[in-house]
């Protein structure tokens, strides 16, 4: 009987019926879960939780099976199943107030015996441990949650059922919770059923999804798909347009030919969304003026052109859709620049592609327009209050910012263009740097001829020089907004076309990784991206400053999926006042994506300066080395070292990824070598001393001291063999949630 037991699946349910006295709750659910992590979601009030209760037989049962390894459960007492192997974690947590955490897991421990002791706890969640002797109710969110989960795990289930396990949970516990999931699933010592409503935990930690609509199983999708479909999310969940969903939506499997069913036409226009009382109503109150209610509405987008039929028609193709098709932005301030920016809409629109003139003009004036100031402004977190105000600087910089807000939430942009002075540069070009790289980007303005830095940043912005300044069509203006506009035609069209090859052949392309360069750790870069090129798409950053915020631009697009960190030159600059400074939010974007990291301390041997004249009068008498007449390098001290170490320790110890850092004791450049000019192991030891004192090691984030030169062909080999074995633990879970 017992192998009879071990081989049913762990959770097997048929027909399941549950009823809140005439409410149908639960509907014929069939599932079934046999070993790892199985996620079910669904909005509020679909039945979930009433799922679960009926499973630990907290709610009585009408009709239909619950079966546990093969053992029938159904109808029995929440007691009995508990001590069959089915382990609890109930949504809300349901803990005691006064009794300590420690009392919490004794209580627990010892109904059933298995690998999860008090003991294993407490080195699994050592937040617990340090709390120990803290009641429930003192504890915060996060550690109720390690607890109310390690109080199930003590009763070594067969089975655990966990409802929203990362309901309320700040962001960083969330990963927490996610990664133990990740582990137990691993483990498969126990299956977990999940119910969540967090979309990305629910596909990194399970392979398939259930979809639970009106108290039944939809459908069961593949997590990959649901992830990477956003429409599909919004169809099957509502996620992000909760008023379309049709609840009963059956949305065919992949692979399958299935008719569409009509939808309802939207609206033909913007929508007004109107408060009733603008002021909120006391007793006293009369009703609110018609008129008033009218001022107080505002205007919601639907994505079609606020234009008559016939001037749309002119510009959009017929088969065009309001909110489907990409759209080619046309940004700029239409108060002063209406006509250039309309010229460049209509070769644009003439070309085929779908159209949207955006106004970003801080006067308040109103423009004819696809989507007007007024509308940009409301995305700023203080409201167009904040925009249209009488200090022009403070104005152009709050739409700036309410602009890229505005573009974040823009799902279907197939490029952007603007034309104007340094002013619509500044309004456009912080929202263009958060598109991702591959969108193309142009801006024809007055002051492309000059430093383009501050607009272009890290990102792909192409800047075109009017010639003339944008005030007026002429025959010169009119020559390069036309080449800007069938530039950006072109790229857009491009992009689309390569687009669906893309999609085409998907399956066969390489994960993208991202590896850090300098001159003087070329020759390490050359054969750790030579040995990876088979398995991996290898970009190679300069280490530049700009190069290093340009690959973790891509890292939180989601366009590099891993880092081979070897050069990290940049903190050099930032720290001593070089040439190519990275930024304060340097390893941020490996911070906020946890993609596996493997590092290095290449090139911190040196502070990077122009010609011998531009460097600081506080470093004169130090140790230099002129690498060409435009660059020269200072030898970093001792203590510079020490400050370098502290500070990137400091950011190792905030990434939650897989993280192998590498010490490479025979030099850190191809100059700190023996007889090379920047060789010195004194230094070089305080740097590594101050990381060792820093960084806070675990089984995830590993220093490793080797002896080679960072140039050395065993040191490169060593960083592949460590790329590839922290990838292929990652990359798993990354699959899943893709």
Known sequence: MNEVRRAAAALDIRGLDVYYGHSHALQGVDLSLDTGVFSVVGRNGMGKTTLCKAIMGLVPVSGGSIRVRGEDITRRPPAHIARLGVGYVPQGRRLWRSLSVDEHLRLAGGMRPGAWTVERIYETFPRLAERKDHGGGQLSGGEQQMLAISRALLTNPHLLIMDEPTEGLAPVIVAQVEEMLLRLGEDGDMAVLVIEQNIGVATTVSRNVAIMVNGRINRIIDSMRLAADRELQQRLLGVGLHAELTPDLDVPAAGTDVKATPKPARPSGPIRIYISNPTPPTRWSQPAPIARIEAAARTLSTQVARLDDSARRKREPATSQPSGPPVVLVVGTLDTK?????????????????????????????????????????????????????DRGAAVTAMADAFANWLRRQGNVAAIISAGGSGAASLVAPGMRILPVGVPKLIVSSVASGDV??????????????????????????????????????????????????????????PSIGITMFGVTTPAVQKIAADLREEFECLVFHATGVGGRSMEKLVDSGQIAGVVDLTTTEICDLLM??????????????????????????????????????IPERYRGRKFHVHNPQVTLMRTTAEENERMGRWIGERLNQMDGPVRFFLPEGGVSALDAPRQPFWDPEADAAL????????????????IRVK???????????????FRTLFGRAGARRRLAR
């Open 338 to 390: 209406g006509a250039e920016l309309r010229f460049i809409r209509d070769i644009i629109a003439g070309s085929g592609l779908r159209t949207r003139l955006v106004d970003v003009s801080t006067s308040g004036k109103q423009a004819s327009c696809d989507v007007s100031a007024q509308e940009i402004a409301l995305n700023h977190g203080r409201g167009g209050s904040a925009v249209f105000g009488a």
């Open 688 to 703: 590594f001393r101050a990381l060792d004192r820093t960084v806070r090691q675990t089984g995830s984030r590993q220093l």
């Open 577 to 614: 006042g070089g040439a190519f400074p990275a930024t304060e939010d340097r390893f941020g974007a490996i911070i906020r994506t946890r993609v596996p990291y493997v590092g290095s301390v290449g090139a911190l041997d040196m502070v990077n300066f122009g010609p011998p004249e531009t």
């Open 708 to 722: 080679q030169n960072i140039n050395d062909p065993e040191f490169a080999s060593t960083i592949v063999g460590a």
């Open 453 to 510: 830095g501050p607009y272009v940043g890290p990102a792909d912005i192409a800047m075109m020089y009017s010639v003339t300044d944008v005030q007026g069509l002429n025959s010169i203006s009119r020559a390069v907004l036309s080449n800007g506009a069938n530039a950006i035609a072109g790229m857009a069209k491009a992009r689309l076309d390569q687009r669906e090859a893309r999609d085409r052949t998907a399956a066969t392309g390489l």
